[in-house]
């Protein structure tokens, strides 16, 4: 099995701060179980990399570029030779919570 290394851009890291802020100000419980799903997805992008995301084509950029799903939290990132490099994370405001 491929291991990835998992890096976080600061975009990336700043939106993940603020979306578990914001859901804790609504439920402690929610926002332990969002962790957990963005984690979780996390985990199973870090070994198959491919699988449950979709292809992207960012204009003017070069690279594997992925978007992938945990509860109503967009996930994106960049496929490399070893990393998976986290480049933000999104609500996806038309899906509940």
Known sequence: ???????FSQTAKASFEELFAHTQEASLISAEKLRAK????LHQIKHHPLQ???SMI???AEGNFR?????NVKIYYKVED???IVLELL???SQPV
């Open 1 to 7: 099995m491929i291991s990835h290394d998992v890096v």
């Open 58 to 60: 960012v204009p003017g």
């Open 52 to 54: 449950g995301s979709k």
């Open 82 to 84: 070893s990393r998976i």
């Open 38 to 41: 963005i984690f979780h997805k």
């Open 67 to 71: 978007l992938a799903t945990a509860l």
């Open 91 to 93: 609500l996806d405001k």
